[in-house]
């Protein structure tokens, strides 16, 4: 079975902190998401990524941005924490035009 | 361009009545179609998933989905609901080749059901 593990399920933060939250997926898939989650308007696309080093912009990526150095690890970064980017992320992945796989989910909450 | 539209933010049955969760999109190519669950603080399961072969879909626990050209929709249905299926349900769509292979994903649909 296709895994995508993220690293934290729940996590507090600081307004200002620079806060990391890290994605693995552990079937050689080329395509990797990042997804936030509002009650009311479903899952926003920040970015993705489709091959180690590449990387796109989706809906809403400002205030954030992203790293994939290896294939299977795909981060997000929050550069400077603010109250309204208390949501959940969902990491997902995919291989081309296939459905995707999911974590568990991180629910970030910026205080 | 893609997108999905999941009719009802809410949706409310009884135990062993009929579910159906509408979804309708709008994709330049031919699309691929899925529906994916959420069950509270989870991340999303897929439930099934169209890839241009039969028009009838069959999923997990008991859910199917028929995709419609002409109406453009791929509605979720199960014959008799249960207590477990209470849970966040998402359409999304990806388009085929020639088009976008990013998952647009509906809004979300709440499904409660009633005992």
């Known amino acids: 079975d296709v895994k995508v593990t993220q690293s934290s399920r729940y996590l507090v933060k600081r307004t200002g902190e620079k806060v990391f939250l890290e994605c693995v997926q552990d079937?050689?898939?080329?395509?990797m998401f990042w997804y936030r989650q509002d009650p009311g308007l479903g899952l926003r696309l920040i970015y993705f990524?489709?091959?180690?080093?590449?990387?796109e912009k989706g809906d809403i990526p400002e205030g954030y941005s992203v790293s994939r150095e290896k294939k299977e690890r795909f981060s997000l970064i929050l550069e400077s924490a603010s109250t309204n980017q208390t949501s959940m992320y969902l990491c997902a992945s995919s291989l081309q035009f296939t459905e995707a796989f999911f974590g568990q989910g991180t629910r970030l909450t910026v205080v | 361009a893609q997108s999905v539209t999941q009719l009802g933010s809410h949706v409310s049955v009884s135990e062993g009545a009929l579910v159906l969760l509408r979804c309708n999109y709008s994709s330049s190519v031919p699309p691929y179609l899925f529906w994916y669950v959420q069950y509270p603080n989870q991340g999303l399961q897929l439930l099934l998933k169209?890839?241009?072969?039969?028009?009838l879909v069959k999923g997990i626990n008991g859910f199917e989905a028929e995709f419609k050209k002409s109406e453009t929709s791929f509605h979720l249905t199960k014959p008799s609901a249960h207590m477990s299926d209470a849970a966040e349900y998402f359409c999304a769509v990806s388009e085929g080749t020639g088009g976008s292979y990013i998952p647009t994903f509906g809004r979300g649909t709440s499904l409660i059901v009633h005992p």
């Open positions: 079937m050689d898939h080329e395509n």
């Open positions: 169209y890839t241009s072969a039969a028009t």
């Open positions: 990524s489709y091959d180690v080093k590449m990387k």
